[in-house]
């Protein structure tokens, strides 16, 4: 494993033996990474992503350079290309954690990378890390991988995080989604041709509530306003769809809800009182997989 720039690249063995890395690195600080840098190279914003990063670096003893709005205060505001910045790059670090606004400048940013490049974040396309930490958890919190039924809700067309996510569900066996999103944000056809062709059974709706019982994880998304070329279309979308306490607890015995955060209106703050919400659980098992992931590519 060079580079980190797509969910499908990993298969079910490599995340296994992913995952039980990550177990080993669950509360750890060490001095295996030590000498070693890592850029943190961001062009749209970010907390959990970076930070975790970031951190999962330092508690490995590794160290830090990195540039929070590279979109305005990097030399992309001059003009440069994404593959001359990675050129730059090559000089001044051991691994690269690049977020963009563009679908595909993570790869285009390998294509010249001599150091191994991790796509934290490509405008709609992709967010690999995101879907790893978010399968951990359910490994973690549900118990199991296989025979699961994950209910993804919201924003489904620019999501790249759930995008990402049914890469990885696909790997494994008896899996159900169920997609729920009004139609001009539902999931793209490519993943559902994806999802079909490997045998995922794959259901379509508008009614969040008539598929929360059957539900072994709800994956809740935000309406991405940053997406949206017309804001009038946005503030038709947004507020569609709010995950109430009473959702929660109607809910069956051991099923958890997730979100990939940032939130905004569409999980009720009294939520976070249910022993169902583990979104804020999940961020902190990000750190443990990043940590991880930056172990195989750097040491």
């Given amino acids: 494993m060079q580079h980190v720039l797509e969910s499908q690249q990993f298969d079910r063995k490599g995340l296994e033996e992913l995952f039980a890395l990550a177990d080993t ?171 079909r062709a490997r045998g995922v059974l794959v259901i379509e709706t508008e009614d969040l509530e008539s598929v929360l019982a059957d539900a072994d994880v709800v994956y809740m998304t935000r309406i991405q306003k940053e997406r949206f070329a017309d804001a009038g279309e946005y503030e038709k979308l947004k507020g569609k769809y709010v995950l109430t306490r009473a959702h929660a607890d109607a809910m069956k015995q051991g099923s958890i809800i997730m979100h990939p955060l940032p939130r905004v209106d569409e999980i009720a703050p009294d939520v976070d009182m249910s022993e169902k919400a583990v979104y804020f659980k999940q961020a902190g098992y990000g750190l443990t997989v990043r940590m991880a992931l930056l172990s195989k590519l750097v040491s």
């Fill in 25 to 195: 690195l669950e509360g750890v600080r060490n001095t295996s990474l030590q000498g070693k840098i890592m850029a943190s190279l961001f062009y749209e914003p970010s907390t959990r992503t970076r930070l975790s990063f970031e951190s999962a670096m330092q508690r490995l003893g590794g160290t830090v350079i990195s540039t929070e709005n590279a979109k305005e205060f990097s030399s992309a505001a001059k003009g440069e290309t994404i593959e001359d910045t990675m050129k730059m790059m090559n000089q001044y670090a051991d691994v690269v954690v690049l977020r963009h606004f563009e679908e595909g400048a993570c790869n285009r940013a390998s294509q010249v990378a001599t150091i191994p490049v991790i796509n934290a974040g490509d405008g709609p396309g992709q967010h690999p890390t995101q879907a790893l930490l978010d399968l951990y958890t359910i490994q973690k919190e549900v118990g199991k991988t296989d025979g699961l039924h994950i209910t993804a809700v919201g924003d489904l067309k620019h999501g790249r995080t759930i995008r990402s996510l049914a890469y990885l569900l696909a790997r494994y066996e008896n899996i159900s989604l169920t997609f729920v999103s009004p139609p001009e944000l539902s999931m793209g056809a490519d993943i559902l041709e994806y999802l």
